[in-house]
């Protein structure tokens, strides 16, 4: 069965400073990878995904991730964190069912907070 | 990508009620989910909304307790019946078609006293 591990459930940083989630995922075959961030009262919105190809993937809000197989990981990055990036992280692992190519499992997630 | 629309946004109910939650997407997907975040936790499938036949549910959630309807390629329904506290959760749908991985609605807030 497939899991995701994010190993920080709480992480702060100052504003501008550079940030980095990580995300370990376990799973048989290739694997679709998510990250989504959730706003305190608000639904997920999805940053950027991984399906396959170039393994450093752009998402928005100016994030990045990238694909290691070697290393099962999925880290989200940012150069520079904006306070408004403070919010929860989930990252995701996509799971090839048959019919649907994106049943999901979540980590725990990662608070982020900002520091002004 | 799509715009889905849950209703309601929260609602408080009373234990052994039910709760009727829509999802409402302004473009035709193939798939549809159903996910619950319990508080302080992350999200976890309930089950996949299938048009024209019977919801397919993850272990640890019935019919019963969970109906879910989807009579066409942009709505769903989820019922959370005969609620319980520990039913007290965000409810989520998300959604997946063409050009749309896996985006998700804003959620409904089920508090259960």
């Known amino acids: 069965a497939q899991s995701v591990t994010q190993p920080d459930i709480h992480i702060t940083v100052s504003e501008g400073a550079s940030l980095e989630l990580r995300c370990n995922y376990s799973?048989?075959?290739?694997?679709?990878l998510f990250w989504y961030v959730q706003s305190p009262g608000q639904g997920l919105q999805l940053l950027l995904k991984?399906?396959?190809?170039?393994?450093l993937v752009q998402g928005i809000k100016g994030f990045e991730a990238e694909f290691k197989r070697s290393q099962s990981s999925f880290n989200l990055r940012k150069p520079s964190v904006h306070w408004s990036d403070a919010a929860e992280y989930f990252c995701a692992v996509g799971e090839n069912s048959g019919g649907s190519n994106y049943k999901l499992t979540f980590g725990k997630g990662t608070l982020l907070t900002v520091n002004p | 990508s799509a715009v889905i629309s849950q209703k309601p946004s929260r609602d408080i109910c009373q234990r052994g009620t039910s709760l009727t939650i829509q999802c409402q997407v302004d473009?035709?997907?193939?798939?549809m989910f159903w996910y619950r975040q319990q508080p302080g936790q992350s999200l976890t499938l309930i089950a996949t909304a299938n048009q024209g036949s019977e919801a397919t549910y993850e272990s640890g959630f019935v019919i019963d307790k969970f109906p879910i309807s989807r009579p066409n390629l942009t709505f769903s329904t989820l019922t959370v019946s005969n609620m319980s506290p520990e039913d007290s959760s965000i409810y989520l749908c998300?959604?997946?078609?063409?050009?749309?991985?896996?985006?998700f609605g804003n959620g409904t807030r089920l508090t259960v006293t």
């Open positions: 473009s035709q997907v193939t798939m």
């Open positions: 998300s959604v997946e078609g063409p050009g749309t991985p896996l985006h």
């Open positions: 799973y048989g075959a290739t694997p679709y």
């Open positions: 991984y399906f396959s190809g170039d393994t």
